[in-house]
């Protein structure tokens, strides 16, 4: 039988008039609120034990952030300046391993959804769990750039024609769930300003990684082909970035008048480098794929420039002043994100929102080795290569944690997971 619900989830709660704390002691953010006669809430855990089909009831979309996170760590591998023997080995490997999570992943969670039919609804209409649905679209979206990197070295010219496909079909399915889950966040969700996380943004991050996945694919196509696909990509990063700018000032305004969030929420914080990071990496790399595919060397022309020619340079000159621009604002997120976590770290258990800590700071991490090319720095190449290492053992700590927390009843049990609230 469910015990009296703590005063902290009365419906008329507000996180600036007092703090509440979870059944440790400890603060907890008020958007973790259960849902109503939720038996399975972080102040009802359930002691077990529980067969791993139970389990499976809990085996929520956040799981995708895992693949999501591997394949972004692999393809940092693939663009590190400063090499060793074996570094291209270790990334390929990471990325056939990552098809394999994927497959894992998904086929769990159609499990998962064949066993318990009656909440594939609430998958959705729940924010806390629904949002993370994105995750399994960015995880296609490194599974497509990883088969740029490691791929076309390696196959035919039928993996260029495949991709292309790949990229157009990314792009509808990131539109419609850039619309249809906002809409349902609209309809569904009455949230809270005071409670404001940049992961907010991210049922935009598949639409907005449209541009990375341009700057990525374009360089292999003809340029009747890759002249669309840069069109198409300078449109949707600027409606994610645009999108994150909507944010930014709500959690700006959230951490002034409420303060940094609770420990459970705080890795969620590394989310807002993404936007500007990813954004600087799309400017650098479609410049870049203008002059490689010689677009406006006799496939087409800028209509009122009179010297064609000098169109490719122009572009990579904005582009890196732009990627240089917004290279601080990124740098500044992932300060103000990595002192919450680092003070957070004595408090907080192990949940899959840890691996936020990872993949925007891929973006940060390659735009960051992308801008040291172009000015032809070693200095700053190095700089990259130091971050790509702090990446890579990043993530190696989250996913042994990981495993930690599956073996340890910590996630994937009823009360853990996103689904409890």
Known sequence: MMGQQPAAYNSDYNDMEQ????????????????????????????PGPHTLKERLKH??????????????TALTLSIVPNRFSGLTGLGTFMFVMNIFFFVGVTSAMIARFMIYPEIFTSCFTN???GVFSATFWLTCATMITNSVAYGIPNTGPWLIEALRIAFWVYTVCATLHAIVYYQIIFVNQQLKITNVLPGWVLPMFPAMLVGTLAGAIAKSQPPEHAYPMLIAGLSYQGFGFFMALFMYPLYFGRLLTSGIPAYLSRPAMFIAVGPPAFTSLAFINMAQDVQVTKIFEGYTVLQGVSNQALIPDLFSIMALVMAIFLWVLAFWFFVMAFIAMVDGIPHNDFHLNWYAKVFP????????IKIGERLDSPAIQLVGTGMAAVLFFSWCLVFFCHIKAFVGHMICWPGRDEDAH
Do not use: C, L, Q, R
């Open 127 to 129: 924010f806390h769990e």
């Open 19 to 46: 703090d509440f704390k979870d059944f440790k002691g400890e603060k907890i953010d008020i958007e973790a609120k259960p849902a109503e006669h939720h038996h399975d809430d972080h102040h009802g855990i359930s």
């Open 361 to 368: 700071n891929v973006g940060f991490t390659i735009a960051t």
């Open 59 to 72: 085996f929520t979309f956040s799981w995708y952030a895992f693949t999501m996170a591997t394949g972004g």
